[in-house]
Each structure stands twice: as C-alpha cells, then as structure tokens.
Nanobody, 127 residues
C-alpha cells in the first residue's frame, strides 16, 4: 500500500494551497481516503476524509474553508485549502482505512491513526 502526497508549501494568511494524494496497492482496503495534520505540540487531528461512496467528514477547525474531492478512478483525493490561518500550519498526512474503521458509510467514527499512512507534506501559513 502506498499513499503518495503532492502539494503543500507556503502561503500567507487568507491565501490558498492545494494538496493531492494518490493511493496504490490494496485499493479495495482503502475505502476512506483523506488527510490528517499535526502541528508541533498539538495532537494529530482530522482535516478531511472522503469515502468511495461519496461521504465526507471535515475537522471542525477547517469546515467551511477546506474542500475535499475525490476521483475514484484515479484513486486520488484533492484538498483545496482556502482562507488559510496561521493555525493551519502543520505537517499534513495522507491517510486511508476501511469504511469499518470510520464507523460505516456516514463516517461517524474518526480513528486516531488510520491503518495506512503516507509521508507528510509541510504546509506553512505566514503573516
């Protein structure tokens, strides 16, 4: 299983950045695909995930500003990050797991650490 992330970088407060993540390998085992992030000294948190069936779940701190989309045929998710804030600065990790790990189709459960974890990509928001 491989999760390959692209994007990230530096933006100013109020700006935008995009991330993408492509999954390969045991695709059938990665129904839910998305992003988590971790900032220094802060607990890892959900950013956004997208199930193969079309359900999405956003972390409360990014809802309304970030948008996750998914191309099932390409096994890729995209994260559009708008209205960036200083507190969005973190290492963003692509992650994936089964629908069961996320509590079924409505994504009612957020696992602390999904089974599959990609390399991190740094996002820095500056004033």
């Amino acid at each position: 299983v491989q999760l390959q992330a692209f994007g990230g970088g530096t933006a100013q407060v109020g700006g935008s950045l995009n991330l993408s993540c492509t999954a390969s390998g045991k695709i059938w085992d990665m129904n839910v695909l998305g992003w988590y992030r971790q900032a220094p000294g802060i607990q890892r948190e959900l950013v956004a995930v997208f199930s193969r069936g079309g359900s999405t779940r956003y972390g409360p701190s990014v809802e309304g500003r970030f948008t996750i989309t998914r191309n099932n045929a390409a096994n890729t998710v995209y994260l559009e990050m708008n209205s960036l804030k200083l507190e969005d600065t973190a290492v963003y990790y692509c992650a994936a797991d089964s629908l069961k790990a996320f509590g079924a189709a409505t994504l009612t459960t957020i696992p602390n650490r999904p089974r599959y974890w990609g390399q991190g990509t740094k996002v820095t928001v500056s004033s």
